[in-house]
């Protein structure tokens, strides 16, 4: 347990231990303040004081915490064995206590001034719900937690007023922010307790200001109100800002908008008084968010809030409103002012220059940081927490119009959703969210420190205030670096990465300026524009142009849209392989579905979906070109479940229907095509973005192929008549990759035609309309077309090239018994059922079962003449100039390598292994591995090597457009290849390539001692 292994740690480092600065105590009365407290005695530590020692150890300043506790010693007087007893026992207390006391000199001051304070740090915040801190405020003013709230004409009210209710309302209010410190850094101190994180902590922090608001307005409305009846008025709090975004600091203004009904002087006595209370005994409320700032009046009536946003309000006041939400007062007017003035924050980006005037005030708070400060200061500054906070507002207030999954008051949940919906990048919503959380959680140690508000980080040659801060943030020194370093860093990294995704998604409006050009309304030159695109990583800048200006000129609305469109495109194209490439299949694209209505409303709407297709673009030629034909895929990039789980029976279903309400040969064909088209590109499209594995790729297209066959069989019969007067029934029998559910993207169809007679029909009559049956199936599919050919290969049938296309049953029985050599049996192993009548096809397979796994294994002759055929393959059929390290079907290690290699031991043990008799290879070698046929590390290394050599052939043919067997050993094309198997664009893809080889090798030599030697 984790407990346990840190009490073991300690324990090590007593043995020996002579000195208090084995625990990080470095002040000269250490050992005379562990002395009083009882825990060190003749130069050592006491028996049981070693779970403290260590705790102090792990504080953020040893000497500090224990100053505060020898404080509190003191203060306790004779109740301090009580507590030091404790500290050994409780781990929760220790944790919390000993954290508090070595991060906050003002938190240690108020537990010595309130030593019994101590025993609430027993328990987690956790265990107290959000309204407990309202309960706990109200009581301590004297109100009635249940009554009606505060604000309201018979809400609560406090029976303390005047300094007694602020005393009492502020010893409470630090208390209770006592504790949510202690449980933010407890897991400092004692590395097993849980980890609140910012997100919890700033909420509790909000939560805790929300209480402190209604207490102070409990205090404020027995002040004010008539001593015996009701209020007249009613008065909401709107809490802004931080408090309303839940995301408050530790010490920080607390930004309120007070709406009200009723005797409106009264309501602004009552709201001055909440605020003076609050102010005295908690924190400044600030309400200069209102209407015309501090010049207008405190308080406002509802419809003078309405009438104010309607005429005169400006851009930044709609961008304050996005965090507004009532959190005191009358719930009802509060809710009312949020329905009433919620729907203008998304109008705001429609108002003339709004992302200008947003991109200007955000330069305008950066301007005025010192430059001496600049790179300290943790929330104006540059890659601070405004750059992150304004680029969320800016992307919310722009797409929040439409999707109102967006409309979050607070940063990072608002952060987490702009990346879940697509509209930046889940890479840079989650490097976007990480950053800004360690940043928060810098401020938040920083002002605990002292409960002074500061945003300042330590500078480079503060040594003790860098320890101290890395220390307080959970951060160790490590082999080579020491904490303050470590903390130096990651402060460096965490700004930078913030600096960086903001001019990204920040300033990415900008390149409306590129898109636009050469169009009116120009804000680059041309000679700018093509820096920008080069500097994007456009190799052919001034084609780039081109194909922006034909995509946006004129005035049309589909120009304006492209308009907008393109610059986020455009930066998703620079992180493609091939930018230029893909702008120009964009262009293809777009023009080609110009007349579709959906099309640019679905790439403006969605953003997953202009993220998803600039991957798809700057990576393959081949999905392109079936975009073209087959446009309704564009919508399922929006929808990921159903981009990827497509069941294949469905997909048979909907072939077979389709092809089946055709009364045409041609037009049944063509409507088997137009799916097979659509399931290829959605399948291709899902494999691309990383959202399919290989097997589900593999089966994918094996399922897409054998319902292309059955369709296609199906209107081949149907054109032949009545299905009562049909000489025979027919079956396809998939072999090769289709019997294994292995097909790639190029790959052809290998099949056996076989037929069966039926009644009153005999064998020759049963094959001659079989025949004509086949060989009708094979022209249509194999007909020229733009798609991706359809190949039904039989040359795997008996007698190959020479014999004829379909047999009956019982030949294929005759001539398996009397005729058939053994790569004949070889190939049988991947013979599976596919389309047809079921009945016939596995009658088929049972015929041909003591064929492939032939009764007492594989003979040595036949062994031999196995090895024999394969090193002819090895020696002959590698073409021309091709690297046999990197060709993934018959170079070394390949794919022919792993499965002769499995179909070796298939022929020679699956009569004795019934798992072997698979026609899948994976399955096959696991099964191998399993029956200890295989050395379990030479399983691993033929599958990994067969699975690298499927992926690159796959992605190889998806990138060039066409089947291809040879990775790309350089250039773009071998970074797309890269790319489609998931490196990441910053990793050199050479890395790929020595993976291929390194992997292949490995095989290789696997398959020389098991298929060769073996």
Not at 376 to 381: A, P, T, V, Y
Not at 423 to 441: N, P
Not at 710 to 737: C, N, Q
Request: hydrophobic residues 45%.
């Amino acid at each position: 347990m984790p407990g346990l292994q840190a009490r073991e740690d300690v324990n090590t480092r007593l043995r020996g231990t002579t000195s208090p600065a084995r625990f990080g105590l470095t002040e000269q009365r250490a050992e005379e303040q562990l002395r009083a407290a009882g825990w060190w005695l003749g130069g050592h530590p006491t028996e049981g004081s070693e779970p403290v020692l260590g705790a102090l150890s792990r504080s953020p300043d040893p000497d500090l915490a224990l100053r505060g506790l020898d404080r509190l010693r003191e203060a306790l007087g004779a109740d301090w064995p009580a507590l030091a007893e404790a500290l050994r026992d409780d781990l929760g207390l220790r944790g919390r206590l000993v954290a508090v006391l070595g991060a906050s000199t003002a938190l240690s001051d108020f537990l010595v001034a309130n030593p019994d304070r101590w025993q609430r740090l027993a328990s987690s915040t956790d265990d107290q719900p959000a309204d407990g801190f309202t309960s706990a405020l109200l009581t301590a003013v004297g109100a009635d937690p249940s009554g009606p709230p505060p604000g309201t004409p018979n809400g609560a009210r406090a029976t303390l007023r005047g300094p007694q209710a602020v005393r009492a309302l502020r010893l409470e209010y630090r208390g209770l922010l006592c504790r949510v410190a202690a449980n933010d850094l407890a897991h400092v101190v004692e590395p097993s307790l849980a980890d609140p994180g910012y997100d919890e902590v700033a909420g509790q922090l909000s939560d805790l200001a929300v209480a402190a608001l209604r207490a102070a307005l409990a205090v404020a409305a027995a002040e004010v109100g008539p001593a015996d009846g009701p209020l007249p008025c009613e008065l909401a709090v709107i809490a802004m800002g931080k408090c309303g975004g839940r995301e408050l600091n530790y010490v920080s203004d607390v930004d309120v908008v007070f709406v009200a009904e009723g005797d409106l002087a009264v309501a602004a006595r009552l709201a001055a008084g909440m605020t003076q209370v609050a102010g005295q005994a908690c924190f400044e409320v600030d309400a200069a968010l209102r209407p015309e700032g501090k010049a207008g009046a405190l308080v406002r009536t509802l419809d003078g809030h309405v009438s104010y946003y309607r005429k005169w309000a400006r851009t930044w006041e709609f961008q304050a409103l996005l965090k507004a939400r009532p959190v005191a007062g009358d719930p009802e007017l509060g809710e009312r002012y949020l329905a009433a003035l919620g729907p203008q924050v998304w109008t705001a980006a429609d108002r003339d220059g709004f992302v200008t005037d947003v991109q200007a005030m955000r330069r305008r708070v950066e301007d005025h940081v010192p430059s001496g400060i600049a790179d300290r200061e943790l929330k104006l500054g540059r890659g601070g927490l405004r750059d992150v906070e304004f680029a969320v507002q800016l992307l919310q207030l722009v797409h929040g119009r439409s999707d109102e999954a967006l409309r979050i008051p607070t940063t990072t949940q608002a952060l987490a959703a702009l990346g879940h919906g697509g509209y930046i990048g889940r890479t840079d919503a989650m490097e976007f969210g990480e950053s800004y959380r360690f940043l928060r959680t810098l401020e938040h140690r920083l002002q605990l420190q002292r409960m002074l508000r500061t945003h300042l980080f330590p500078a480079d040659d503060d040594k003790a205030g860098l320890r101290w801060l890395a220390r307080a943030a959970g951060l160790r020194s490590d082999s080579r670096r020491s904490a303050d370093e470590v903390l130096l860093v990651e402060y460096r990294r965490h700004g930078n990465q913030v600096r960086r995704l903001h001019e990204k998604l920040f300033y990415r409006p900008l390149l409306q300026a590129v898109a636009r050009v050469p169009a009116e309304g120009l804000r680059l030159t041309t000679k700018q524009a093509v820096a920008r695109l080069a500097a994007l990583g456009f190799t052919a800048p001034d084609g780039a142009l081109r194909h922006i200006e034909a995509l946006t000129e004129g005035v049309s609305r589909r120009a304006a849209i492209q308009g907008a469109l393109l610059p986020v495109l455009l930066d998703l194209l620079a992180e493609t392989p091939d930018p230029d490439g893909g702008l120009l299949a964009y262009r293809r694209v777009s023009e080609a579905l110009a007349e579709t209505p959906w099309y640019l409303r679905l790439l403006r709407d969605e953003g997953a979906v202009v993220e998803r297709l600039a991957t798809l673009l700057g990576t393959s030629k081949l999905v392109p070109d079936l975009l073209v034909r087959a446009p309704e895929v564009l919508r399922l990039l929006a929808d990921t479940p159903a981009l990827v789980g497509r069941d294949p029976a469905e997909v048979a279903t909907s072939l077979r229907s389709a092809v089946g309400r055709q009364r045409d040969l041609g037009r049944a064909v063509a409507a088997a095509r137009s799916l097979r088209r659509h399931e290829l590109l959605r399948v291709a499209s899902a494999d691309l973005l990383g959202l399919l594995e290989l097997p589900a790729v593999c089966g994918a297209l094996s399922s897409v192929w054998a319902a292309v066959l059955e369709a296609a069989l199906d209107a081949a019969l149907w054109s032949t008549g009545a299905a009562a007067v049909r000489p025979a029934t027919i079956a396809v029998i998939g072999m090769g990759r289709l019997g294994g559910r292995e097909l790639g993207y190029g790959s052809d169809a290998d099949v056996l035609f076989v037929c069966e007679p039926t009644e009153g029909h005999t064998d020759d009559e049963a094959v001659r309309f079989a025949g004509s049956v086949a060989e009708t199936v094979r022209r249509l599919l194999g007909s020229p077309s733009q798609d991706p050919p359809l190949e039904v290969d039989t040359d795997l049938r008996p007698e190959g090239r020479n014999g004829p296309l379909v047999r009956s049953l019982d030949s294929y029985r005759a001539y398996y018994a009397q005729w058939s050599e053994v790569w004949e049996a070889q190939a049988l192993l991947r013979a599976r059922f596919v389309a047809g009548d079921r009945g016939l096809g596995e009658r088929f397979l049972a015929a041909v079962q003591p064929v492939r796994y032939p009764a007492g294994g594989l003979d040595a002759a036949h062994a031999r003449e196995i090895r024999r055929i394969k090193a002819r393959v090895d020696a002959e059929r590698l073409p021309r100039g091709a690297d046999p390290t990197t060709h993934t079907k018959l170079g070394r290690g390949g794919l022919a390598d792993v499965e002769w290699t499995i179909q070796l031991l298939q022929l020679q043990h699956a009569h004795e292994v019934p798992a072997l008799r698979t026609p899948s290879t994976l399955a096959g070698l696991a099964a191998a591995a399993e029956a200890g046929l295989l050395d379990a590390a030479d399983a691993e290394e033929l599958r990994a090597s067969w699975v690298i050599a499927t992926r690159a052939r796959n992605a190889a043919t998806l990138v060039r457009g066409k089947q291809s067997d040879q990775v790309p050993t350089s250039g773009r094309e071998l970074a797309a290849v890269a790319s489609a198997l998931g490196y990441r664009s910053d990793v050199d893809p050479g890395e790929f390539l020595d993976e291929y080889r390194r992997t292949t090798r490995r095989a290789r030599a696997v398959v020389e001692r098991v298929f060769y030697e073996g």
